[in-house]
């Protein structure tokens, strides 16, 4: 019952709504399907998916923060083959729009990621993680450096280049995010992804040690959100016309249109869910309702209303 | 892997009572018809602090006891100790607030088709669900014997009314404050023997949990054990509240307590690796 077209786009994929799942956040999804159906949201973004099983990191992996929390899981998951297997077609069978999360170790193991998911149907995009924070080794996280991820988004374009939309996700602690943003999209990202979590340490005042399991782990939630606004706008003024899949603290409608308001094009929902099983169809209501008594008609033309010039609207 | 409870559901319910007791709080929740899909073992997922809270995470807490009331119908109680700020903030909730919860969740206590010997035991007030588990089992003809342990006499939670329920009751005390002072593990290994007991179900700290799954190691009784481990979530989604489990295959799972638990059989749980960096053996 709503005049406004919610429906957007990255490259040749089409989404109903505007609110996804953000990796990582919802499993591979059947949990949060006790709650709602999984084809209302615009998406499912799946956790991050390596080639093969991984256990993750030590407990303790979690911290609340004010407003937030650290994570320091590790990429957890059964592997490519199995997730392939089992995840997808029961996805598929929910009608829900997939976006299959990759991360990797190495540059070829994204490009086997995408490989093995060239030939796998019903998926809509493929969100390319070269910013888990959560690894053994800073140098890995492709995403601080330039030309690492330069590499990364090229091997898995020559894959799979043209047919599934790639959306590289970045990474909010470098010192300049738009320089890495025009780098993957010279090699061939369809669409960026911001922020993945922001590296954070909390000491346990107990043990007088690191508290996580891992020692560092990922900021999330509301008290990143203005990094994200942030990271998201700088990219957008920079590169207009590459979609932009905006995250980082959206609990709420209005979080989700101000995210849309700096240039992001669809916003992944993620810490919220953690507090609310029910958030994202919440968030998409909300959204909507403020689409309509902002006066827009359709959901593009909110995206990156915030860098006007001039006062065009009417 | 297992999935998520397909019972729970997400409510707004309000505190029909409040009360101290010894140490912590008696929290009674109205839920209506939830209660018939509550099962000890089960938890609940509280949202805590207010639309507005820096707090952002749900809290845990293991459903004591589910009742009809003829006042408020269907009840759900908590035994809460005002630790942390998200505690602290439920425990001051007065009767007539509203809450936003998300029930039930998790794996339940396993009862035994035959009516066999059966050894309670409780940690703190890891003792709470380990009452209404007792009535249940005994309902099913099991003979419960009770054992409940504290560092001190003021965490030993242990309710009059549930006393009826059980066989026998032991407390012990680490400062010999109540009851017999020593650890609650100490008479486990005897009374497996003496009372040839089937099943052990304990509740409390995980050191607890490891030293009970270390002595029944080598006998024939089957131990549930409900776990803690800090969740964000509660629903299956965020993979902190992990444990290590060895499968059948003897390779290790990192399995949620939340999904996967928190009812787990405690010889299949590797408690050495437990706080460890697990590496993939499959």
């Known amino acids: 019952m709503t005049a406004v077209d919610f429906s957007t786009t990255f490259s040749n994929a089409w989404f109903p709504t505007p609110v996804f799942t953000a990796s990582g956040c919802a499993s591979s999804g059947k949990e949060l399907a006790q709650f709602f159906p999984l084809k209302d949201i615009g998406a499912v973004v799946t956790k991050s998916i390596m080639n093969k099983a991984r256990l993750g990191r030590a407990t303790p992996r979690m911290a609340e923060t004010p407003s937030g929390m650290l994570n320091s899981i590790g990429l957890q998951g059964p592997g490519i083959d199995t997730f392939i297997e089992k995840d997808i077609p029961w996805l598929v069978e929910q009608k829900a729009r997939i976006i299959v999360s990759i991360a990797g170790e190495t540059i070829e193991e994204y490009s086997t990621l995408a490989r093995k998911l060239r030939s796998v149907s019903g998926i809509s995009a493929i969100e390319v993680n070269i910013s888990c924070p959560n690894v053994e080794n800073r140098g890995l996280?492709?995403?601080?450096?330039?030309?690492?991820?330069?590499?990364?988004?090229?091997?898995?374009?020559?894959?799979?280049?043209?047919?599934?939309?790639?959306?590289?996700?970045?990474?909010?602690?470098?010192?300049?995010?738009?320089?890495?943003?025009?780098?993957?999209?010279?090699?061939?990202?369809?669409?960026?992804?911001?922020?993945?979590?922001?590296?954070?340490?909390?000491?346990?005042?107990?043990?007088?040690?690191?508290?996580?399991?891992?020692?560092?782990?990922?900021?999330?939630?509301?008290?990143?959100?203005?990094?994200?606004?942030?990271?998201?706008?700088?990219?957008?003024?920079?590169?207009?016309?590459?979609?932009?899949?905006?995250?980082?603290?959206?609990?709420?409608?209005?979080?989700?249109?101000?995210?849309?308001?700096?240039?992001?094009?669809?916003?992944?929902?993620?810490?919220?869910?953690?507090?609310?099983?029910?958030?994202?169809?919440?968030?998409?209501?909300?959204?909507?309702?403020?689409?309509?008594?902002?006066?827009?008609?359709?959901i593009k033309d909110a995206i990156g209303y915030a860098h006007r010039i001039e006062e065009a609207h009417e | 892997?297992?999935?998520?409870?397909?019972?729970?559901?997400?409510?707004?319910?309000?505190?029909?009572?409040?009360?101290?007791?010894?140490?912590?709080?008696?929290?009674?929740?109205?839920?209506?018809?939830?209660?018939?899909?509550?099962?000890?073992?089960?938890?609940?997922?509280?949202?805590?602090?207010?639309?507005?809270?820096?707090?952002?995470?749900?809290?845990?807490?293991?459903i004591s006891r589910v009742a009809q009331s003829t006042s408020f119908g269907g009840t759900m109680e908590l035994i809460v100790a005002p630790h942390g700020q998200g505690s602290k903030w439920l425990c001051a909730q007065p009767e007539g607030a509203v809450i936003d919860l998300v029930a039930p969740l998790g794996s339940a206590f396993g009862i035994p088709t035959e009516p066999v010997q059966v050894l309670l035991v409780g940690g703190g007030y890891g003792s709470a669900p380990l009452f209404g588990l007792a009535e249940v089992l005994k309902s099913r003809g099991c003979k419960v014997d009770m054992l409940l342990g504290a560092s001190t006499a003021g965490k030993i939670y242990a309710p009059m009314e549930g006393k009826r329920s059980v066989n026998s009751l032991r407390i012990y005390t680490e400062d010999g404050s109540m009851g017999i002072a020593g650890k609650v593990t100490d008479p486990i290994s005897q009374l497996i023997s003496d009372l040839d007991v089937a099943v052990i179900y304990s509740c409390g700290p995980m050191g607890m949990l490891a030293a009970i799954s270390a002595i029944t190691a080598d006998k024939d009784v089957v131990h549930q054990c409900a776990v803690e481990e800090s969740m964000a979530c509660g629903i299956g989604i965020c993979m902190t509240c992990v444990l290590p489990v060895r499968n059948e295959d003897n390779s290790i799972s990192m399995l949620r307590s939340c999904i996967d638990g928190p009812v787990m059989d405690g010889s299949n749980v590797l408690w050495d690796l437990v706080g460890k960096n697990p590496t993939v053996t499959q």
Do not use: W
């Open chain 1, 141 to 298: 996280v492709f995403a601080c450096d330039p030309e690492a991820s330069k590499k990364v988004i090229d091997g898995v374009r020559r894959t799979i280049g043209g047919e599934l939309p790639i959306i590289a996700k970045l990474s909010p602690d470098v010192t300049d995010i738009v320089s890495i943003a025009r780098g993957v999209v010279d090699a061939g990202a369809d669409g960026i992804a911001l922020i993945n979590t922001v590296l954070g340490m909390v000491i346990n005042l107990s043990t007088m040690r690191p508290h996580l399991g891992g020692k560092t782990g990922g900021l999330s939630g509301p008290a990143i959100r203005p990094i994200a606004i942030r990271a998201i706008y700088q990219v957008h003024a920079a590169i207009p016309n590459i979609p932009i899949l905006g995250m980082g603290g959206v609990a709420s409608g209005r979080d989700a249109f101000e995210m849309i308001l700096a240039g992001a094009s669809a916003v992944s929902v993620g810490t919220a869910s953690f507090g609310n099983p029910m958030a994202i169809p919440h968030i998409q209501e909300e959204l909507k309702t403020l689409l309509e008594e902002k006066g827009f008609k359709q």
């Open chain 2, 1 to 62: 892997m297992s999935t998520i409870n397909r019972n729970a559901a997400q409510l707004r319910a309000t505190i029909v009572g409040n009360k101290l007791v010894g140490q912590y709080h008696q929290i009674l929740i109205s839920v209506g018809d939830l209660v018939d899909k509550c099962k000890p073992g089960n938890f609940v997922a509280i949202s805590v602090g207010g639309d507005s809270s820096k707090m952002i995470l749900r809290r845990a807490f293991a």
